[in-house]
């Protein structure tokens, strides 16, 4: 059995930053590639970024220069580093998880997710 925890989210104002955990309970954590999601409402589930064990990234280009992913292997832990926030990135954000190295980027692509987590960013 697979879990995810995020935590970190929040209130921040426009320009702001937040940093977001996934901590995973994963019998082998380096085997996995991990991905951060976003969706707010009405819309569809988005990719934001993701890492694999090897410290391979990938990002949306909304997010490109402003959000940071890493990972620590040691810790079972995924993050997101958000700066420069803005109001359009208010959503609820997902942590994901699958077996593999590949930097996958559709959310049918991840095996295990998380319950998520609310960033909201005020103007």
């Known amino acids: 059995q697979v879990t995810l925890v995020e935590s970190g989210g929040g209130l921040t104002q426009a320009g702001g930053s937040l940093s977001l955990s996934c901590a995973a309970a994963?019998?082998?954590?380096?085997?996995?590639?991990m991905g951060w999601f976003r969706q707010a409402p009405g819309k569809e589930r988005e990719f934001v970024a993701a890492?694999?064990?090897?410290?391979?990234?990938s990002y949306a280009d909304s997010v490109k220069g402003r959000f940071t992913i890493s990972g620590d292997n040691a810790k079972n832990t995924a993050y997101l580093q958000m700066n420069n926030l803005k109001p359009e990135d208010t959503a609820i954000y997902y942590c994901?998880?699958?077996?593999?190295?590949?930097?996958?980027?559709?959310?049918?692509?991840?095996?295990?997710w998380g319950q998520g987590t609310q960033v909201t960013v005020s103007s």
């Open positions: 890492i694999n064990w090897r410290g391979s990234t």
């Open positions: 994963l019998r082998t954590f380096s085997s996995y590639a």
């Open positions: 994901a998880a699958r077996m593999s190295g590949v930097l996958f980027t559709l959310p049918s692509q991840y095996s295990y």
